[in-house]
Each structure stands twice: as structure tokens, then as C-alpha cells.
């Protein structure tokens, strides 16, 4: 029996480990041309941010790897009526299963740390790399298509002379939070630079002209400010739970909660000293509008942050779900054609699992639902998986 496990054991790690370093390499180099396209980053940048984009890379390829492992060498017994001699001899075809069900828990667990990895430590070095490299950024996009956007900042020329790294008639506008114009300014020429350190992007204008609040026009040169934090994801006040580490997850829950309660506790204030100074206007629900508003987004965070880890979970050990499927479904087919195996299995996980993973995070994330229904599309794999399994070992 241990000469049978070791026999699948090392078959499996030989066609997994090999596949994976392929298909990483293939997403790996797909992650860096959509930042180098979608970015406009040269090389240097590029170089930088190839740590951080490979467990993304790794996140992506090693579900998908894991399947294609087991449909290639189940499927290659199956059809060598390998398992046929087995069952012969009076052994449960679970004695060649069980090996592969241990890897793959090891998988998933190696799996939620590479997710955990991947969207923290991968996303928020990206950002960085992006953030530190932002000047050589809007230089590159304006000179290409004339207009940068980032959805806080516009900016818009009639050329770049990079010589003079001068913006010739720039137009810049600043957007506040909620997405609408506050302010718009423009120049004969522009300048900018940003400074990393000190988290700011200075645009120096000449012989501006800005219209927003009040209407300022100077010959001069004035130097407009804009903190780096605002233009990303990396800061604690706008920072994304998703962005959040599994560690730094319960600390934040904590932080959140108090935010609500002490939000609760004003609104509740609020509430007493109107009724005590008989100002029912302030009592009206246009009145509390703001401050309900508020408590919604707060809220809104917390679910999140309740869902994240419960994802992550079950993103990783998706791998063993994918194994409990294609193990029955390759021996099932008793065919050696291991794609063919691969896409008869992905294509119902592409159509049931997906699905639902995308539905139960969603109403997890809103609150409609409790984080543990992020599982849903687990389990119904790890049931197909062990009705098929059963009809394995009954025929």
C-alpha cells in the first residue's frame, strides 16, 4: 500500500509542480503587461513591481493547476485500467484517492496564505511602486494620449515638451470624494514632480486661472499639492478590507465597531438634547440624513471586514473541492486525454461554482447574508464530488 501511495504521490507532485511553473509564468507575464499598458510604466517601475505581482500570479494558477494534476493522472490510470486491477484485488479505489485529498489539503492551506499574501502584501507593493514612480507615469500618459485621469485627478494638455518637462496649456481638475468637479484650473505651462517621502504631488502652473469656490487669476506660478494618499489605496483612511491582512483583519473589526458605537452613542445625544430643548425640527429625517449616511458606510466596512477572512478560506481550499471532483470524474471517463478531462470538470465549476462564489460574497459584503454562505460554492462541489466518488466505488 505505501508503494501505491508514493507512486501517486510522486506522480501527482511531478505533473503539478511542472504545470504550475508553467501556468504561473503565463499569468505572471500577463499581470505585467496589463499594469505596463493600463499604467504606462516603463522598465525600471516594471522590474520593481515583479515580486509583488508574482503570488498574485501564484493565486490565480494553483486552483486551476491542482485540477489539471488530478484529471492528468487519474485519468492516464483509469484508461491503463489501473484502477480496474485495483478494485480486482479487493482494494477501495479510496486507498488511491486518500494521498491525493492529503496533498491537496496541504494545497489549500498553502493556497490561503498565498490569497492572503497576494492581496496585501502583493496589491498594497504594486500601489506603492505605482505611487513612487507616478511622476515618470502622468509624463509618459500625457505625452501619449494628452489627458491623464485617475478618477480624483484630471489633467489635460495640448502637448508635452519633454525637454523642458514643461505641460503646455494644462487644464487641471480636482474632483472632491463624492466624485463631482470643485475645482478647475488653468495655465500657459505646468510642471510637476512628486515627492514619495514627504507623500506629495506638487503641480507647479504659470499664469494660471482657477474656478471653483472663488475665481483666482495670477501671473505668477502657484504650486498646487496633492497628498499621494489620495491617489491610492494604500492609506488608512481610504485603505480597501480587501487589502487588509488575515492578521491585521480583528484589530480592524475592533477599531470598526467602536466607530459605530461611538457613532450611536452622538446620534442617541443628538436624539435627548433635542427632545430636552424641544428643536423637533433637528428629530426630521432630512435632518439625520448625514449621520445615517455615515452609520450605513461604516456598516457597510464592518460586513466586509467579516467576510474577508471567510473568502479567503474558502478561496483556498477551493483546491480541494476542484480534486474532489475531478478525482471521480477522470476515473468515471477512463480516458487518458487529461485536457479533455480538465475542461468536462472546469466547465461546471466555471458555470455552478464561480457563480455563486461571486453571489455569496456579494450578499455577504452587504449584509444580506452571513459570511459562512461564502462556502455555498464548496459545498456543492465537495458534494458532487463524494456522490460521483460513491458511484466509483460501488461500480
Known amino acids: 500500500m505505501r508503494i501505491l501511495t508514493r507512486y501517486i504521490l510522486f506522480d501527482l507532485m511531478r505533473v503539478f509542480l511542472l504545470t504550475l511553473t508553467g501556468m504561473t ?3 505572471f507575464i500577463a499581470l505585467v503587461g496589463k499594469e505596463a499598458v493600463e499604467k504606462g510604466l516603463g522598465l525600471g517601475p516594471l522590474l520593481q513591481m515583479l515580486p509583488y505581482l508574482l503570488p498574485q500570479a501564484m493565486q490565480f494558477a494553483i486552483p486551476g493547476t491542482m485540477l489539471l494534476a488530478t484529471t492528468s493522472v487519474y485519468g492516464r490510470m483509469s484508461a491503463f485500467n489501473e484502477v480496474v ?3 480486482s484485488l479487493g482494494i477501495s479505489p479510496w486507498a488511491i484517492v486518500w494521498p491525493t485529498l492529503t496533498l491537496a489539503t496541504v494545497v489549500s492551506l498553502g493556497a490561503v496564505l498565498m490569497n492572503d499574501l497576494a492581496v496585501s502584501w502583493g496589491r498594497l507593493g504594486v500601489q506603492r511602486v505605482f505611487i513612487e514612480s507616478l511622476e515618470e507615469v502622468v509624463y509618459g500618459r500625457l505625452n501619449t494620449t494628452r489627458t491623464y485621469s ?3 485627478l484630471k489633467i489635460t494638455v495640448k502637448y508635452v515638451d519633454l525637454d523642458g518637462r514643461k505641460l503646455v496649456e494644462p487644464i487641471l481638475e480636482v474632483r472632491d470624494n463624492g466624485g463631482g468637479q470643485s475645482l ?3 495655465a500657459e ?7 514619495p517621502d514627504e507623500g506629495k504631488l506638487v ?7 482657477a474656478d471653483g469656490n472663488v475665481k483666482v487669476s495670477h501671473p505668477r506660478t502657484y504650486e498646487h499639492v496633492i497628498a499621494l494618499d489620495e491617489l491610492s489605496s494604500t492609506s488608512s483612511k481610504n485603505r480597501s478590507p480587501s487589502t487588509f491582512a488575515l492578521s491585521e483583519i480583528r484589530p480592524a473589526l475592533k477599531a470598526q465597531q467602536k466607530r459605530i458605537k461611538n457613532l450611536e452613542q452622538e446620534m442617541a445625544a443628538g436624539a435627548a438634547f433635542a427632545l430636552m430643548t424641544g428643536e423637533f425640527e433637528e428629530l426630521s429625517a432630512a435632518s439625520w440624513q448625514p449621520q445615517v449616511e455615515e452609520q450605513r458606510g461604516l456598516e457597510g466596512i ?3 471586514l467579516y467576510t474577508e477572512p471567510v473568502r479567503r478560506w474558502a478561496n483556498g481550499f477551493s483546491c480541494l473541492c476542484f480534486v474532489l471532483v475531478g478525482v471521480p470524474m477522470a476515473i468515471i471517463r477512463q480516458k487518458g486525454e487529461f485536457l479533455a478531462s480538465f475542461f468536462i470538470c472546469f466547465a461546471p465549476i466555471l458555470l455552478v461554482y464561480y457563480p455563486l462564489l461571486m453571489f455569496s460574497v456579494g450578499q455577504a459584503k452587504d449584509g444580506a447574508l452571513p459570511p459562512v454562505t461564502v462556502w455555498l460554492g464548496n459545498a456543492v462541489l465537495a458534494l458532487w464530488g463524494l456522490w460521483m466518488m460513491r458511484r466509483v466505488v460501488r461500480y
Open 203 to 209: 503641480i507647479r502652473l504659470t499664469n494660471f486661472q
Open 150 to 152: 485617475d478618477g480624483k
Open 85 to 87: 486491477a485495483i478494485k
Open 25 to 27: 509564468a503565463l499569468i
Open 184 to 186: 478647475s484650473i488653468t
Open 302 to 304: 464592518l460586513h466586509r
Open 189 to 195: 505651462e505646468a510642471e510637476l514632480y512628486s515627492n
